[in-house]
């Protein structure tokens, strides 16, 4: 077994379902049904069947399914939509390439995700849509979120790239997967993903009948009918191997949701003894109404520390990431085309002060000691 530590590993992840993965992509290299093979359609239903959705568009990646979604709603030019300031920068990309305004709302900064009260700060005359990204892995505070958007006859389109396989717990005890509680849930299978593939590739969920033909229609050049194009649409489409590994994958993701749990509770109890009283750095806080499919294992280090704690662990082989370093309002892109609903400071905060551990579905008991004994050392050499 490889002892190596690594942020993500696709490798040792691959090897234990090999004979399933290579059999699958040997099916297709057989049919070489490469375009819209059967295996992606199959894919499409048995992951409709697994969020319980009635409809799942796949498409060529995440960021695509984010503007695929966009594109569907029929907003014009100048019409605004929320999004969170601490996010990976597709969230609001799709938005400013759609010729639509970003308004960029804080995030707890204790959750990362974007609560109903920051949305509330963006209302205009103007607000169509918000995008709630359920950042690493834990779902938004949804139940507040869509009565807000019901409210004010806004669209949701979750971005639920970092977050497949989470459960929301509702008031009255009904439980949805993340994804599938908006109008449009996007997703991504880019490798490191939860549910990632061997290349690119992404999908789009809704229960919405009406809307899912449209998203399919968009995703595939506008055309319903070959060559009879209705709408200004885009080519985005999953391709067949990739929706053979996925098949794969889906059938274990559980087991992989359990696993990441698992090893974040394995450094929570380790770190937490540590630092009972968060003096040095916060854990990942949990939302009540959320499980955590913990895409991220995320720290939020005090006293300005974060980057000296990060070369301190890399120079004992220990790799870590900072995602993500610059919140969306200090990004040269979003300078001339955002709004900024308030002054963003928890977004700042969460962006100078994160550090994600290594987390994925192969991580040892003795990896996780060795990641955080070089944490606690860092720590104690201060101290000392
Ligand atoms: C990965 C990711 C995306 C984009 O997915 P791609 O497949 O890389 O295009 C969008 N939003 C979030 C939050 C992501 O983490």
């Known amino acids: 077994m490889d002892n190596t530590l690594q942020m993500v590993d696709l490798k040792g992840q691959y090897l234990k379902i090999k004979d399933e993965i290579d059999a699958g992509i040997a099916e297709v290299l057989d049919s070489s049904a490469f375009i819209n093979g059967p295996a992606v359609k199959a894919f499409a239903s048995e992951l409709a069947q ?17 503007q695929i979604a966009l594109m569907a709603l029929g907003l014009k030019p100048g019409d605004e939509v929320i999004v969170p300031a601490f996010t990976y920068v597709a969230s609001a990309e799709v938005i400013g390439l759609l010729g639509l305004v970003p308004v960029m709302v804080d995030v ?7 609560t109903a009260a920051n949305l509330e ?15 690493f892995g834990q779902s938004c505070d949804m139940e507040p979120i869509l009565a807000f958007a019901e409210k004010h ?6 971005d639920n790239a970092q977050a497949i396989g989470a459960r929301y717990t ?46 399919r229609m968009i995703a595939n050049h506008g055309q319903k009918v070959k060559y009879h194009h ?11 191997i990739q929706a053979a590994v996925l098949r794969v994958k889906l059938r274990h993701l559980e087991e992989y949701c359990s696993a990441r749990a698992a090893a974040a509770e394995v450094y929570s109890g380790l770190l937490g003894a540590f630092d ?11 939302l009540h109404a959320s499980t955590h499919v913990y895409h991220q294992y995320t720290l939020k280090v005090r006293g300005g520390r974060r980057d000296a704690l990060k070369e301190h662990l890399a120079s004992l082989g220990i790799p870590s990431m900072v995602y993500y370093p610059l919140p969306l309002q200090e990004q040269e892109a979003f300078r001339s085309i955002a709004r900024a609903a308030s002054e963003l400071k928890a977004s700042k905060e969460c962006a100078y002060s994160v550090l994600s551990l290594p987390m994925h579905t192969e991580l040892t008991r003795e990896m996780q000691e060795r990641v955080a004994d070089a944490v606690k050392s860092f720590f104690t050499g201060l101290q000392q």
């Open 50 to 66: 697994w969020l319980g959705v009635k409809h799942v568009i796949p498409c060529a990646n995440g960021t695509d399914a984010l």
């Open 108 to 114: 707890d900064p204790a959750t990362f995700n974007v």
């Open 121 to 135: 700060s963006a209302l205009s005359p103007r607000s169509r849509a918000v995008i709630p990204v359920h950042l």
């Open 153 to 158: 006859n806004l669209y949701v389109v979750e």
């Open 170 to 215: 509702f008031s009255d005890g009904r439980v949805k997967r993340t994804g599938t509680m908006g109008h449009i849930g996007c997703t991504s299978f880019f490798p490191s993903k939860n549910l990632g593939c061997y290349g690119d590739g992404g999908a789009l969920c809704t229960d919405d009948d009406a809307l899912a033909e449209k998203l």
């Open 230 to 240: 209705s709408v200004i649409g885009c080519n985005s489409r999953l391709d067949t």
């Open 276 to 286: 009972p009283d968060g003096k040095f750095f916060d854990l990942p806080a949990r």
